[in-house]
Structures are given as structure tokens and as C-alpha cells.
T-cell receptor, first 116, second 110 residues
Framework: SAVISQKPSRDICQRGTSLTIQCQVD?????MFWYRQQPGQSLTLIAT?????????ESGFVIDKFPISRPNLTFSTLTVSNMSPEDSSIYLC?????????????FGPGTRLTVL | DAKTTQPPSMDCAEGRAANLPCNHS???????VYWYRQIHSQGPQYIIH???NNETNEMASLIITEDRKSSTLILPHATLRDTAVYYC???????????FGTGTRLKVLA
């Protein structure tokens, strides 16, 4: 298994500002994912962040809006840029560990973002 | 990409079996079905997964139809702590990407 922490756990931000969310894992992992969960909705994959390569973004998500860093095998950040109220969501990171069950993803607790 | 459809909500009496259905009619032959649950304010938690055969673990059983177009998650003896949103997920063939369904909000009643 993997223990994942995210910072901040929640934040309230003003329109037009940016917020960087951190994801820390207690073991080295190759694959990390960032998801968005809008209020009352399911999870939508934003991007895959693998160490040593550029993040791969899903349709509807772009690097200018959601830049991602992956400096090492235990850490990643997601920035939500130039925020608007529509960006109010829970943002979650997840990982696949080498010893996990058939590509099971372990999820962090999420960062609850409210944009005013 | 395969998509899943689930009923939005279900109730189950405590101690009874909870049967949660999922349709994935466009699933391709090598795509796995995963089930996760999300308890309020937490990240999703793995329950079980399968490809073709029925699977059972300490948490649940997964029944996949022979044509693989649908599956059912069974919680054999639901408790109040099983109240959560349950997601049926297809892992995209050749990748590690999950496509989440809309989820079923299960409420276990005392």
C-alpha cells in the first residue's frame, strides 16, 4: 500500500489567483495521477504525471491552466492557475505502487478548493 | 473508452447483502473492471477488481456476466460503515488510466 498526504487540505481563494497543491507519497512510485471532483460529481482524470517526463493531460485540461511538476519519485505538485469559481472542486492525487494489486490506485485525501 | 452506468442511489438494511449493479456494455476484451468506494471527505478506496471471472476477497464479491457487459458488486453483510458512494471503473486498455462511473450512493439503514 501507499500513504499519501496532500497539502493544503482545503483552501479558499480569490478569483484570478493561483494555488499549488502538493502530493507526498511515503514510497517511491513511478506513476502518479491528478483528478478533479466537482461538487456532487464523480472523479475526472486531469493528467498523468510520471517522473522524468512531461505530464500527459486528458482532453479538456491544458498545461497552462494546470501545470504539474514531478521532481522525484515521491512528490508532485498541481497548480490551478488564474482561478475562477468553476475551479471549485476537490483535487486528488493517486499513485500506483510496484507492489500494488494489479495496478490498484491509492488515493490521497484530497484538497478542497473554493474559489470566490 | 468504455463507460459505466450505475443507479444513483440504493438503500440496504444492515446485515443484509447489498448488490450494486454496473453496466459497461462497451467494455473491450482486455479492460478490467474495478470497484472503489468513497466515504465522505476521503479519497476513494479500492474494493475489488476483475477481468472475466468472478472474484471474492475479504470485503466483497464481484460477479461479471459472461458477455462482460455488466457486473455486480456484492457486500455480503452490509454494516452502517459501508454507507458510501461506490464507483464502478473501467481501466483503459493498455494504460493505467481509470474512467470513473457516476457512482451509486449506498445508504445502509439500521
Amino acid at each position: 500500500s501507499a500513504v499519501i498526504s496532500q497539502k493544503p487540505s482545503r483552501d479558499i481563494c480569490q478569483r484570478g489567483t493561483s494555488l499549488t497543491i502538493q502530493c507526498q507519497v511515503d514510497s517511491q512510485v513511478t506513476m502518479m495521477f491528478w483528478y478533479r471532483q466537482q461538487p456532487g460529481q464523480s472523479l475526472t482524470l486531469i493528467a498523468t504525471a510520471n517522473q522524468g517526463s512531461e505530464a500527459t493531460y486528458e482532453s479538456g485540461f491544458v498545461i497552462d491552466k494546470f501545470p504539474i511538476s514531478r521532481p522525484n519519485l515521491t512528490f508532485s505538485t498541481l497548480t490551478v492557475s488564474n482561478m475562477s469559481p468553476e475551479d471549485s472542486s476537490i483535487y486528488l492525487c493517486s499513485v500506483i505502487t510496484p507492489s500494488g494489486r494489479a495496478n490498484e490506485q491509492f488515493f490521497g485525501p484530497g484538497t478542497r478548493l473554493t474559489v470566490l | 473508452d468504455a463507460k459505466t452506468t450505475q443507479p444513483p442511489s440504493m438503500d440496504c438494511a444492515e446485515g443484509r447483502a447489498a448488490n450494486l449493479p454496473c453496466n459497461h456494455s462497451t467494455i473491450s476484451g482486455n479492460e478490467y473492471v474495478y470497484w472503489y468506494r468513497q466515504i465522505h471527505s476521503q479519497g476513494p478506496q479500492y474494493i475489488i477488481h476483475g477481468l472475466k471471472n468472478n472474484e471474492t476477497n475479504e470485503m466483497a464479491s464481484l460477479i461479471i456476466t459472461e458477455d462482460r457487459k455488466s457486473s455486480t458488486l456484492i457486500l455480503p453483510h452490509a454494516t452502517l460503515r459501508d454507507t458510501a458512494v461506490y464507483y464502478c471503473i473501467v481501466r483503459v486498455s493498455g494504460t493505467y488510466k481509470y474512467i470513473f462511473g457516476t457512482g451509486t450512493r449506498l445508504k445502509v439503514l439500521a
